[in-house]
């Protein structure tokens, strides 16, 4: 998912406003691994995105939740 390609940032251009390097950013986009929670919210607020397009939990992960 290419984050920042619809507000016209590259991915250097997003890596540098995370201070990461390109590949690290692109594993977020390509789900290799997941952004901090401190990072996470740094795009959002960098993308003007709401939670929902950043957080997304599937019922699948729901499911492991012990409560």
């Given at each position: ?7 016209g ?10 201070n990461?390097?390109r ?16 990072t ?8 003007k995105?709401?939670n ?5 939990i ?7 939740i012990?409560t």
């Amino acid at each position: 998912m290419r984050l920042g390609k619809k507000d016209g940032y590259t991915q250097e251009q997003m890596a540098s406003k995370l201070n990461v390097a390109r590949t690290t950013y692109t594993g977020y986009e390509n789900g290799n691994f997941a952004p901090s929670l401190e990072t996470a919210l740094h795009i959002k607020k960098i993308l003007k995105y709401n939670n929902d397009d950043i957080f997304l939990i599937s019922n699948d992960s729901l499911t492991n939740i012990k409560t």
